[in-house]
């Protein structure tokens, strides 16, 4: 197996190429790093590794969070975004794991290497872990202007890899908004309610944001802003609520044995939550295997990705839900 890393997207260039050769090392795979020639060779002589297994592609461009996302796709074209995209189109690699800019990842997907015949839009699906069941919420940040027919669409694809992905007979669908009644939201909640609930899916109505961890729901659909917000709240809940537990530890009477079991209980309860053992998610509605990992990412959350692509590649997913939203276009 090959994969393609984006080396000049994110935060953390250095990092990136950390983390693709841990993943070398110990999954056994061949990884393509896309990047600036002279700075991963550079990086690369710090590191163990398997020269056999590693190529460097040079791309001296990167595309920024700011930019157009499809005149930056045009105009760029020694970008890390758009190399990586034509080596996954060509077949030179089975997947990609890129910590950069999401625009640009969705308008790669779509105009280098294609839709999946019959999706509109692609959408990230990002799962949560919960009290009762984890959740997946799609989108989570990839479209941030959506309709009821798209919402809709999200919906079944998420239904679909619920399904074929994570084995689950029948995903409990809910829709995000402010209230659990039928008529609660705006003009697009109300539509995409009708929606859902005039369609296959096992639609179990509204769902407020507060709950969402402590449901049984499987897929939570939404669009890309709210999605992203979503998220990201519950990132920054998490982090103050460990930290201020951390702190009101510290300052107790407890002797330090009793301190450092209450910060490891602590931090092994909060474990699933920590966005570095998720290392990425699958670009869903594309005709490849994508992964985007977190701007931030550390060696670590860009190895676990890569760990999160193999399994991708392994289950062929992209072909299952290929062959699921043709049999439903039929």
Same mark, same amino acid.
């Given at each position: ?247 009101? $530890?510290?300052? /107790? !009477?407890?002797?330090?044995? &009793? %301190?450092? @079991?209450?910060? #490891? +209980? ?45 399994? $991708?590649?392994? /289950? !062929?997913?992209?072909?299952? &839900? %290929?062959? @699921?939203?043709? #049999? +439903?276009?039929?």
């Amino acid at each position: 197996m090959k994969l393609i890393f984006d080396i000049n997207g994110g935060d953390n260039k250095s990092e990136i190429i950390r983390g693709a050769i841990e993943a070398s090392n110990e999954f056994n795979v061949e990884v393509i790093l896309v990047g600036r020639e002279d700075f991963i060779s550079e990086n690369l002589s710090e590191l163990n590794y398997d020269r056999n297994k590693i190529e460097i592609v040079d791309a001296k461009e990167n595309i920024e969070n700011n930019e157009d996302p499809a005149f930056a796709l045009r105009r760029k074209k020694d970008s890390s975004i758009v190399k990586s995209m034509e080596l996954l189109k060509s077949k030179k690699a089975d997947a990609i794991i890129s910590a950069g800019s999401t625009g640009a990842l969705l308008a790669g997907g779509i105009f280098i290497v294609g839709r999946i015949k019959g999706i509109k839009r692609a959408v990230l699906p990002t799962v949560i872990p919960g009290l009762k069941s984890n959740t997946m919420i799609i989108d989570s940040g990839a479209n941030m202007d959506t309709d009821a027919d798209l919402l809709k669409e999200f919906a079944m694809l998420g239904d679909i890899f619920l399904r074929e992905y994570y084995k689950i007979e029948s995903p409990k669908v809910g829709l995000l908004n402010v209230g659990t009644e039928e008529r609660k939201g705006n003009s697009l909640s109300k539509e995409t309610f009708e929606e859902l609930k005039n369609s296959e899916l096992n639609f179990v109505g509204n769902i407020e944001a507060r709950n969402i961890t402590n449901n049984d729901l499987d897929l939570v659909v939404c669009d890309g802003f709210d999605g992203n917000i979503l998220l990201k709240s519950i990132e920054g809940v998490v982090e103050f609520s460990i930290k201020n537990i951390l702190q009101t $530890i510290e300052k /107790s !009477n407890f002797d330090n044995e &009793i %301190k450092n @079991k209450l910060n #490891k +209980n602590l931090m092994s309860s909060f474990k699933d939550l920590d966005a570095k053992k998720v290392g990425g998610t699958l670009l869903l509605g594309i005709d490849g295997n994508i992964i985007k990992a977190h701007g931030n990412s550390n060696s670590e959350a860009i190895k676990n990705a890569a760990k999160y692509a193999i399994d $991708i590649v392994e /289950s !062929n997913i992209v072909k299952k &839900i %290929k062959e @699921k939203v043709e #049999k +439903n276009e039929r």
